[in-house]
Nanobody, 125 residues
Framework: QVQLAESGGGLVEAGGSVTLSCDVS????????MGWFRQAPGSEREFVAH????????NYADSVKGRFTISRDTGKNTFRLQMKSLKPEDTALYYC??????????????????WGQGTQVTVSS
């Protein structure tokens, strides 16, 4: 019943910024938290960021720390991923996912379910 919808991806120039959104439905659903993952062609899915619903816990992959920010729109079941100083190596299909189990801040995909369909971010050089 729970569905996720990512949006905001597209073609971005290196050094630029983009913000991804993840809408969670139904509106009454309140997950423990959300995560962002990404997968580049020929690569394994990798953890990007996590935030508990209250914002008390956040976690970032070292590769994006200081450049990406995860946040939640108050009053909405919407999480955002602000991406700045984008690099070509950030090119990937970005997924949002519901944190369902485990320790807050988890980077383990097994702790997340369900998943969105993904939104493509392509960073040009």
């Amino acid at each position: 019943q729970v569905q996720l919808a990512e949006s905001g991806g597209g073609l971005v120039e290196a050094g630029g910024s983009v913000t991804l959104s993840c809408d969670v439905s139904p509106r009454t659903f309140r997950p423990y938290g959300m995560g962002w993952f990404r997968q580049a062609p020929g690569s394994e899915r990798e953890f990007v960021a996590h935030q508990s619903w209250t914002g008390a816990t956040t976690n970032y992959a070292d590769s994006v720390k200081g450049r990406f920010t995860i946040s939640r729109d108050t009053g909405k079941n919407t999480f955002r991923l602000q991406m700045k100083s984008l690099k070509p190596e950030d090119t990937a299909l970005y997924y949002c996912a519901v944190f369902n189990r485990g320790t807050y801040g988890s980077s383990d995909p097994a702790d997340y379910d369900p998943w969105g369909q993904g939104t493509q971010v392509t960073v040009s050089s």
